[in-house]
Nanobody, 123 residues
């Protein structure tokens, strides 16, 4: 079992930066693949980024590639999502999720989810 808690969201002017953290507990976290997803009001949840168990492989949605960076520190049981050059269209609730298979863009592939943290990029 894995428990995940996101933090670090907030309101930032367009062009600014935020860093989200996902704190995890549970024996299986070190071997889990992690994905970041976001969901804006009235829209379906969409894939943002993924990282494998060792942190050596990452993938990103085209909409955030070059602006967002996902990383993990297994010793501290944390996964982070750095967000630069934020745009109003990045505004959403961001979720971290853990699962068995690296790189999946489908929410149903992830068994464990955090509660989400709000990110707002203002105009």
């Amino acid at each position: 079992q894995v428990q995940l808690v996101e933090s670090g969201g907030g309101l930032v002017q367009a062009g600014g930066s935020l860093r989200l953290s996902c704190a995890a507990s549970g024996r299986t976290f070190d071997s889990a693949a992690v994905g970041w997803f976001r969901q804006a009001p009235g829209k379906e949840r969409e894939f943002v980024a993924a990282i494998n168990w060792s942190g050596t492989r990452t993938s990103y949605a085209d909409s955030v590639k070059g602006r967002f960076t996902v990383s993990r520190d297994n010793a501290k049981n944390t996964v982070s999502l750095g967000m630069n050059s934020l745009k109003p269209e990045d505004s959403a609730v961001y979720y971290c999720a853990a699962g068995s298979f690296y790189g999946s863009t489908y929410p149903r592939s992830y068994a464990y989810w955090g509660q989400g943290t709000q990110v707002t990029g203002s105009s």
